[in-house]
């Protein structure tokens, strides 16, 4: 087995084997650290001496052993202090057998719950699902977030505290409680897959990693909640949005944009299972925000040609969208949707607002779509101080390339 | 996000510092960086030496001049920096505001977020 076969098993396999853990011990803090050294042990022993005949059943064993060592030491440690005399744990007599409980997807979802706490700030969110449900070890997570791999370790080290401290237990959410936790996992989700499919450069390999992780963790959430229509929203944006991938940059690595784009590098399969599947979840789902964002996309996708876009369709979905999860962001792009139907001049008078708001004033998206709304106006020299200041607002290096060459290309 | 904390201050600032003074300002620098580390933000840092150790390299005529001394003529000279990974750029100025530079006077703290890799088509 190749060590990228057995690479992709383990990670599906680390979250059932984590969870068997936390259900048997409790104590998600040391159960995720023996779960990370059973996963290490099989990178290192299963591509070179083959898979054991029960691989899930194999990394329960060895996380189960990892942590009654540790706390064998623990004990001792104990002992030798206080010299008082400690029962036996009770663990280490129930030995797991081979092939016992069936791989619960149950798990997984408490697990999700758990790493997407509300007591953990975003950041750690993603660092913790990443680890813990995705299986990826540390350094890959820290490469792919281009920071020092202690850093990232601390980072983990301190959400696991948290979700200690905060009480939360191995269990799924109340009722009252669902969507509001289901909201923090999908959109914890989102982030790793912007994350990924962002990367123009850099570390771009580890980077787009993120990615697939993120459409395979969709995959399994939908997997286990089939009938809901934001989950496959979601799987749904992720796959419309990376179908893109090798369109959106230009042979020097500069980005190009949807209107600009080669439509027969779009992938094609990736757009037809998007398509389907928020079409179908649309037929017996109230629409949520991804699945409205989703339904964006597929109307961008069925176009063969960027001048046969259906943007009066395109309107008015975001005038839904708008409806059921209002933000400036989404008001942005509704305003190019309606500048392609009623003219530039009406999408610049939807963008008049934002610019009172201190919250957008200077943001640089703001910037980008004005400018690029002025130039569709034909006012060359409005439109280029807005892609000028829309270059200096941005902290992304591809985004400032892009908007400067759009500024020059207006050059008087 | 990422951002980088420039520590602009007085050189020899502390030669006027008694060793107790010395040591306080150590120690706090101590227990930021503890609880940066700790929080998983912390992803770098330099202190850098003495002003008068700089030679800066400027262009002249047919190549390049290399003169002894810093490029800014000010009271203020760059010190070193710290780059931090965190969630808001509030918490970037928080932990500016706490360094002892600030606080004591000696100089100033200026925050400038770094340039991502990443990028969104428009």
């Known amino acids: ?412 | 996000m990422k951002y980088m904390l420039l520590i602009w201050n007085r050189p020899g600032f502390a030669d006027e510092l008694t060793e107790a003074e010395r040591n306080a300002i150590f120690g706090e620098v101590d227990v930021i960086m503890k609880e940066l580390t700790e929080s998983g933000e912390l992803v770098g840092g330099d202190a850098l030496a003495h002003p008068s150790q700089t030679r800066t390299v400027r262009p002249a005529a047919g190549g390049t001049e290399i003169t002894d001394g810093p490029f800014v003529e000010s009271k203020e000279q760059f010190a070193g920096y710290l780059t931090v990974d965190c969630d808001t750029p509030e918490r970037a100025a928080e932990i500016a505001a706490r360094w002892p530079d600030v606080r004591h006077g000696f100089g100033v703290l200026e925050v400038r977020a770094v340039m991502e890799q990443a990028g969104t088509e428009m």
């Open chain 1, 1 to 412: 087995m190749t060590s990228r076969a057995v690479e992709d098993l383990l990670r599906t396999l680390a979250p059932q084997v984590l969870g068997v853990l936390v259900r048997r011990h409790g104590q998600f803090y040391a159960c995720e650290d023996a779960v990370q050294e059973a996963l290490l042990a099989a990178a290192v022993q299963w591509p070179a001496q083959g898979l054991p005949e029960h691989p899930r059943a194999w990394l329960v064993t060895v996380a189960t052993r990892r942590l009654t060592d540790e706390w064998r030491s623990e004990h001792a440690r104990r002992e030798r202090e206080v010299a008082v005399a400690v029962r036996q744990p009770a663990y280490a007599a129930v030995a797991p057998a081979a092939d016992e409980e069936p791989p619960s997807g149950d798990d997984t979802l408490k697990l999700l719950f758990l790493c997407c706490h509300p007591a953990l700030p975003v950041s750690a969110q993603v660092a913790l699902t990443l680890r813990a449900v995705g299986g990826l070890g540390t350094a890959e997570i820290a490469r792919a977030y281009l920071v020092p791999e202690a850093t990232m370790s601390q980072r983990i080290r301190r959400a696991k505290q948290r979700v200690e401290a905060a009480g939360a237990r191995f269990t799924l959410p109340s009722s009252a409680d669902r969507d509001e936790r289901l909201g923090a996992v999908l959109r914890v989700l989102y982030l790793v897959f912007n994350e990924g499919y962002t990367a123009s450069s850099g570390d771009e390999l580890h980077r787009a990693e993120l990615t697939g992780e993120a459409i395979r963790l969709a995959r399994e959430l939908h997997r286990l909640l089939p009938t809901d229509g934001e989950v496959a929203g979601l799987l749904a944006l992720m796959l419309l949005t990376d179908a893109h991938r090798a369109a959106r940059t230009g042979p020097a690595g500069e980005l190009v944009p949807l209107a600009e784009q080669d439509r027969t590098r779009w992938d094609r399969g990736a757009v037809a299972e998007g398509i389907a599947l928020v079409t179908e979840a649309l037929t017996w789902s109230a629409p949520g925000p991804y699945q409205v964002q989703a339904a964006i996309a597929a109307v961008h996708a069925e176009a063969p040609t960027a001048a046969t876009t259906d943007w009066p369709q395109i309107v008015a979905l975001y005038r839904v969208l708008a409806r059921i999860a209002p933000n400036p962001m989404v008001t942005l792009n509704q305003a190019v949707a309606v500048a392609m139907v009623a003219g530039p001049r009406a999408g610049l008078a939807l963008l008049a607002p934002l610019g009172e708001d201190d919250r957008t004033a200077g943001h640089h998206r703001l910037a980008a779509v004005r400018a690029h709304l002025l130039e569709l106006a034909g006012d060359r020299a409005d439109a280029r101080a807005a892609y000028l200041a829309a270059a200096r607002a941005t902290t992304s290096l591809p985004e400032r390339r892009y908007l400067e060459v759009r500024a020059a290309r207006l050059a008087p």
